[in-house]
């Protein structure tokens, strides 16, 4: 069978991009190999930090601006030895807050981030336990600017089934209708109807099943309501204040989606329809 000149041309394109490929590959299994040693030297140090320092508390943050407040509060005091270990790219603090062995990390925005993060911590850290703790929107207009949210529960809204056209509903969880937003009348619309999914869980001593809402660490959530009563400040310096004093606010429900949320109309259907109160990029996958 005959080749196109056009065919032709291009076969040393590919056989020189396949190569290339073939040997980065070859590179990166040299990296690894070379990295060995390496590894079992900061496997050691991790494990010497667990036996003199553990458990720790594990805080986690998206935004290197959320990390920075807490490596500057004063309140952070850094191993001697050890203040730092640098794994997988990411670079993990060690120290205390007020005697409480702590490992600090900023994770990166988004759920992937915050997953892989918490996996690497579970993996090398010996933990008594995880604090994510962040910026978060407001879905909810009784929030003011700058509350303290401690939620009771918290759901990953960004897995959908997108409904084909005319398709028949199904009342298992709300959808959301793209039509009822049309303006200056609502109607039908091409994009149709979005059904919000559960998600596929995997217990621990159990098989799996399918949740929608995330509980965190009960016990931990109770010990968060000692801090209902916590005065919070509200100016940052003599000049510049909130309007009123924020408070600290327990028992709402927070979305997680891998979507920054900046549509009033989307906020409005999540409190409406799910009665949540704060949006974020991360929650759920720390909680899972």
Known sequence: MGSSPAAVASLPRLTAVATLLVLLVGQQQQQQASGLSTYRQLRAVVDRLNERHGPF?????????????????????????????DMFGRRFHVGT??????????????????GITVQILMDYFDLGGIVHYGTAGSADDSL???????????AFTGSWNWKRFNSIGVDDFPELSVGYYNTPKRGENLLGRIEFKPEEFFPVGGSLEEVFWL??????????????????????????????????????????ADIFL??????????????VSTVDEESAAIVM
């Not at 508390?57 to 998206?62: E, G, P, R």
């Not at 807050?97 to 915050?114: D, E, K, P, Y």
């Not at 003011?144 to 918290?154: C, M, R």
């Not at 919070?232 to 009123?244: A, E, G, I, K, R």
Request: net charge positive.
């Open 144 to 154: 003011s600017f700058g509350a303290v949210s401690v939620p009771k529960y918290v």
């Open 97 to 114: 807050i007020r005697r409480v062995s702590v490992v600090t990390v900023m994770s990166g925005q988004r759920r992937l981030n915050a």
């Open 57 to 85: 508390l594990a805080m986690v943050m998206a935004y290197s601006v959320e990390a920075d407040a807490l490596q500057t509060s004063g309140e952070f005091v850094a191993n001697a030895a050890v203040p730092f270990v």
């Open 262 to 275: 900046g549509n009033a109309a989307y906020r409005r259907f999540l409190h409406n329809e799910f009665n």
């Open 215 to 256: 509980e965190p660490f009960s016990a931990w959530y109770q010990l968060a309501q000692k801090l209902e009563d916590v005065v919070l400040d509200y100016c940052v310096n003599s000049t510049y204040c909130l309007p009123s004093r924020p408070k600290v606010v327990l028992g709402l429900r927070g979305a997680t």
